[in-house]
């Protein structure tokens, strides 16, 4: 297997961390303008949105959480949260199923789409 998969929980975790270094730039970047109060508070501006919808994405991790299944990785004996109907360990990204039909198929992103596990 040449492809390394992920577990979505940690993939969200990673993205609302990104989001706050970004904000955090962003506003960092401000500062280079502050010969012009405009140019600043929009750096200003733009960098708190970016902060803020990190706290928005890990609210919304936290929901995801509880909903997430429980299982012990087959692989290395932890527990691990999946998400939908296949995901990856997060410690040893082992690709994992709940859908004994699937068992032993390439992992495919695409089976969680099928029955629309995430809408709501
Ligand atoms: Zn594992």
Known sequence: MSIKYSNKINKIRTFALALIFIGIIIMYLGIFFRTSMLVMSI?????????????LVYAWIGMLSTRAV???????????????????CMYCKEPLTLDPELEGKEFDEKYNRKKGYLKS
């Open 43 to 55: 750096f200003m501006i733009l960098g708190f949105l970016a902060v803020l919808s990190s706290a």
């Open 70 to 88: 429980q299982v012990t990785c087959p692989s290395c004996k932890k527990v691990t949260k999946m998400l939908g109907r296949v995901d990856a």
